[in-house]
């Protein structure tokens, strides 16, 4: 068995001011926001994300929270919102087109990804390599792919969740560090290197079967 690591194309998720303008005006977003990008699956608690943020506003004041991938929530979630009265904190955008993802990313003041399991975990290495602070789970793949460039949380914690956000919003400090650890982490994680160890499987399959 040979584990060979997704990866991210840096140039690609490099957004302009004015890109990030753009998307920002298409989608309606707010000038500061939390983000999550993922689909409706159980597994990718966003019944805890919701119960998280509804916590963190108990803390004092916060961003909206922008939710990217959700086109349609369950009756449970819809009954969540509504119970917590996160109506009208929580905007929910449907799918975008993945050329606006960078600069949704880019514009986030956090990206939070609360997962159950995930096998390698796209979404916050892209966050990282868009230089925005990551709070994420610290389950299954996403601590291998995050290292120490992301806050980690046990993601059945709601009251840890939210309070690691909370730490996050309220020290700039720590956002800038965060930034300058998931840029660099994010350089470990690229598609060529993912095809180098590929072709490299190869070769050592094909040498066994010759000899």
Not at 78 to 100: C, I, K, N, S, W
């Given at each position: 068995?040979?584990?060979?690591?997704?990866?991210?194309?840096?140039?690609?998720?490099?957004?302009?001011?004015?890109?990030?303008?753009?998307?920002?005006?298409?989608?309606?977003?707010?000038?500061?926001?939390?983000?999550?990008?993922?689909?409706?699956?159980k597994?990718?608690?966003?019944?805890?994300?919701?119960?998280?943020?509804?916590?963190?506003?108990?803390?004092?004041?916060?961003?909206?929270?922008?939710?990217?991938?959700?086109?349609?929530?369950?009756?449970?979630l819809?009954?969540?919102?509504?119970?917590?009265?996160?109506?009208?904190?929580?905007?929910?955008?449907?799918?975008?087109?993945?050329?606006?993802l960078?600069?949704?990313?880019?514009?986030?003041?956090?990206?939070?990804?609360?997962?159950?399991?995930?096998?390698?975990?796209?979404?916050?290495?892209?966050?990282?390599?868009?230089?925005?602070?990551?709070?994420?789970?610290?389950?299954?793949?996403?601590?291998?792919?995050?290292?120490?460039a992301?806050?980690?949380?046990?993601?059945?914690?709601?009251?840890?969740?939210a309070?690691?956000?909370?730490?996050?919003?309220?020290?700039?400090?720590?956002?800038?560090?965060?930034?300058?650890?998931?840029?660099?982490?994010?350089?470990?994680f690229?598609?060529?290197?993912?095809?180098?160890?590929?072709?490299?499987v190869?070769?050592?399959?094909?040498?066994?079967?010759?000899?």
């Open positions: 068995v040979h584990v060979i690591c997704a990866g991210v194309n840096l140039g690609r998720w490099a957004s302009t001011p004015g890109g990030i303008a753009r998307v920002k005006s298409q989608h309606r977003l707010p000038p500061r926001y939390i983000l999550f990008v993922g689909a409706v699956e597994r990718k608690n966003l019944a805890g994300l919701l119960q998280a943020y509804h916590r963190l506003r108990t803390m004092g004041p916060a961003q909206p929270l922008v939710v990217v991938g959700v086109r349609k929530l369950s009756a449970a819809q009954q969540m919102v509504r119970e917590l009265q996160l109506g009208p904190h929580v905007l929910f955008t449907g799918y975008v087109p993945d050329a606006d960078p600069a949704l990313y880019s514009a986030a003041d956090l990206f939070v990804f609360p997962s159950l399991y995930e096998g390698f975990g796209l979404p916050p290495l892209e966050a990282m390599a868009c230089g925005t602070p990551v709070v994420c789970s610290d389950s299954s793949s996403l601590p291998e792919v995050v290292g120490d992301a806050l980690t949380v046990d993601p059945y914690d709601v009251e840890g969740l309070a690691a956000m909370q730490r996050v919003l309220a020290d700039a400090d720590l956002r800038q560090e965060l930034r300058r650890r998931g840029l660099e982490r994010a350089r470990h690229t598609w060529e290197k993912a095809a180098r160890q590929t072709v490299e190869y070769r050592k399959v094909l040498d066994t079967t010759h000899t």
